[in-house]
C-alpha cells in the first residue's frame, strides 16, 4: 500500500502562483510515476501533469508552460513530487489529487486539496 499526502492548496488571485507538494510513504518500491489530477466541480477528474521514476514528464495542453511538476526528494522512505503553478487562471481552480501508479494495476489517490482562484 501507498499513502499520499497533499499540501499546499489555497486562494490565490489570478495570475498568481501555487506550490502543491505530495508526499508518498508506504510501499514507494513500487510506484512508477506520480502525477497530479484535479477535479471541478461537476467535471471529470482529469490529469494535469505526471512524472516517472526516469523523470519523464507529462503536461495537460491547458498547463504546458505554466505548471511544472518535479520530484522534491527520493529516498527508502519517502517519495515527494511538487506541482509549481504558475500564472494561474480562473479555470484552473479544483480539487487538486496527487496519484500513484504502481506494479500492475494499483492505483493510489490522495485526499486531494483545494485550489480557489479570485479573479
Known amino acids: 500500500q501507498v499513502q499520499l499526502v497533499e499540501s499546499g492548496g489555497g486562494l490565490v488571485q489570478a495570475g498568481g502562483s501555487l506550490r502543491l507538494s ?3 510513504s508506504g510501499s514507494i518500491f ?6 497530479w489530477y484535479r477535479q471541478a466541480p461537476g467535471k471529470q477528474r ?5 512524472i516517472t521514476n526516469d523523470g519523464t514528464t507529462n503536461y495537460a495542453d491547458s498547463v504546458k508552460g505554466r505548471f511544472t511538476i518535479f520530484t ?9 513530487v511538487d506541482l509549481q503553478l504558475n500564472s494561474l487562471k480562473p479555470e484552473d481552480a479544483a480539487v487538486y489529487y496527487c496519484g500513484a501508479s504502481g506494479d500492475g494495476l494499483e492505483f493510489y489517490w490522495g485526499q486531494g486539496t483545494q485550489v480557489t482562484i479570485s479573479s
Not at 482529469?46 to 505526471?50: F, I, R, T
Open 22 to 24: 505530495c508526499a508518498a
Open 30 to 35: 513500487s510506484i512508477r510515476a506520480m502525477g
Open 46 to 50: 482529469d490529469l494535469v501533469a505526471q
Open 72 to 80: 522534491v526528494s527520493r529516498d527508502s522512505a519517502k517519495n515527494t
